[in-house]
């Protein structure tokens, strides 16, 4: 795959008048982390941007930029606004476009009209709408409607950030957004919008907002500052916090796709100069922030329509990291530019390794959502799961290490192998034990299922890392304390994972691990019961349940996901909906008692009733248990001694990595 180029990946395309050398786009992300109180930009931000310029991309979009702060006051520092301190956000800004014109990038700032009724509690300090409409997150707030002046000073604030924007150095800015469900989607979908006035009523009432923000850029930047919008031609809403799922047949409450060609020839109409597409909404959110249960490239069917309607270009993102699938997706038109935005948060070099000819060293994201959308919502701050620098590139980089020391890994899942490659490209000598006969720990069950396919493309990555960087591998090699007595190593790193926990259930025989089922050391058979509704109980359940068996979840707590489940509730939402639609059986506040000739016993708490259910065999995917017995014994044999990853604590592979990111960094 190295020799592999995709030419029209490479080849320029105009926005307007403005040239982008490729096809390229850094999509805009939320800005957690990047910006001042005063709404500049911070020293992080200008990495965080500069070093995707710097990677290859060739256009640059930070997200979700406040035009004001009074009528929708959010907490700061947490977006830019150029309106609060225009001097500094220009002195800030500058700085950052020059860099990334260094790299012949063009960079786009995204202009944000807010939240409306999908304010984040706690960051949003006021509720508003196109109408008065319940709040997505507050169940007892009413949005209160905008006033026409309202809607004016809004109009205004656009083109006084488009125009601080210009004199900062951008190339031209987007709208966010007729899209998602935000501020100006609202105004556009019917079903939010309950106006008798100028901005209500018909589709382009309805759509006057945004039209009225392009019209107004345009006159006080002139026509040939490119504005571009970000949209989505399909709502996916069914109701009220409710989504469609991939293949459900529903009546559509947001905006249908006859609606959304319809929406799309206005937009296009009243001057904006390219559409960034997708599809969904807060009401849906795992369209909008696809986890790893949606199609690769699930925008493309929507935007080939989208295509179709309009002259100008289209941008798409939405897991359209495979070069393969993009430079498919630009042959057969379906869209004109691909936008990448988690994807280059795990590896921000993807276009220049593609157009290397060197697309199987591209680091993988496995949109778990962890580090990005998921922290960006708890911690107000983005990063990545599988790369510890996304968002701290200057603060986290690599340097060589001031004395070469020998250094040795003991455990070869991710945390060791991060640990191991970290350590080699700093200039150690690295020697890597590994019990078993292959690298990647509970993450070779974990990425089994089809749906977890970037799991195990980050262990062949790894892999290829770790023989580059000439780390020593010894796999089928147990390590004891008296290995060190031969060794003597300067450094010794503990990595050595965890163990499925298991008990026995009386009169059962045919119990197994999740991991031993997913490993398919054990067959589940027909029909099976999953004790355990964590992410690992879940993902077993839907896997199976893909396969045509029959499954059953049975959960202690009061709802599935309830203890350490996905920090996203993009990808919680998703895959708890998707159980229900599968028809998979959950029992919550229920434990197995027994099992009899005629099935499990499930006894139920609340009720304290039983329910028997005939299955071939019991599924445990309790959780697991950390693997420390080797620390223990050398803990204070060896003086520098590090314990890592889930041997240290069971938790996730974000936290391995960045375990092993943060204790490589600094031998």
Known sequence: MRSKHYPNLFEPI????????????????????????????NERGVEFYVERARGGAGLIMPGVTKVENDIEPCELPMMPCPTLNPVNFIKTARLMTERVHSYDAKIFLQLSAGFGRVGIPGLVKTAIGPSEIPHRW???????????????????????????????????????????????????????????DAYGGSLEKRLRFATDIVKAIKVRCGQDFPVTLRYSIKSFIKD?????????????????????IEAAKLLEAAGYDALNGDVGSYDSWYWSHPPMYQDKGLYL????????????????????DDPELASRAIAEGKTDMIGLGRPLLADADIPNKVRAGQADTIRPCLSCQEG???????????????????????????????????????????????????????????????????????VLAGGVPDFKEDDLALLDWYRNELQDNQVNIHLNTPVSRDTFNDIRPDTVVIATGSQAKKFDIPGASQ?????????????????????????????????????GKQVYIVEREDELLSLAGPLCH???????????YKNVQ????????????????????DSETKTLVPVDSVILAIGYDSERHLYDQIKYEIPDIHLIGDSRKVQNIMYAIWDAYEVARNI
Request: with cysteine; glycine share 12%; charged share 25%.
């Open 240 to 260: 009220w916090l409710k989504g469609g799922l991939p293949g459900e047949e529903f009546l559509e409450k947001g905006r249908d796709i006859e609606e959304g």
């Open 14 to 41: 105009k926005i307007g008048k403005v040239e982008i050398k490729n096809r390229y786009m850094l999509a805009p992300m939320g800005p957690g982390g990047f910006c001042n109180a005063d709404g500049s930009f």
């Open 301 to 320: 069917p929507y935007n080939e329509i989208l295509k179709q309607a309009v002259d100008i270009p289209v941008i798409t993102a939405g897991r359209m």
């Open 511 to 547: 119990v197994y691990t999740a991991t031993d089922v997913l490993l398919g050391h054990q067959n589940a058979g027909e029909s099976t019961l999953i004790i355990g509704g964590g992410l690992v109980g879940c993902e077993t359940a839907l896997w199976l349940k893909n396969q």
């Open 586 to 605: 959950v029992f919550t506040r229920s434990k197995v008692t027994e099992q009899t000739n005629d099935g499990v016993v499930i006894y139920h708490q």
């Open 372 to 442: 990005c959308m998921g922290r960006l919502a708890k911690y107000t701050m983005i990063s990545c799961a599988v790369n510890p620098a996304a968002g701290r590139e200057r603060d986290y980089a690599l340097t060589p290490a001031l004395k070469k020391k020998h250094v040795v890994i003991v455990g070869g899942g991710v945390a060791g192998m991060e640990a191991a490659r970290v350590a080699a490209l700093r200039g150690h000598q690295v020697d890597l034990y590994e019990a078993g006969d292959k690298l990647g720990g509970v």
């Open 570 to 580: 993009a990808n919680s939402d998703m895959l708890l909906e998707l159980l229900d």
């Open 138 to 196: 507050l169940p007892d707030v009413t949005c209160r409607a905008l006033t026409i002046e309202e809607i004016r000073t809004y109009i205004r604030k656009f083109a006084d950030s488009a125009e601080i924007c210009q004199k900062a150095g951008f190339d031209g800015v987007e709208i966010h957004a007729v899209h998602e469900g935000y501020l100006l989607d609202q105004f556009a979908i019917k079903f939010f919008n309950r106006r008798t």
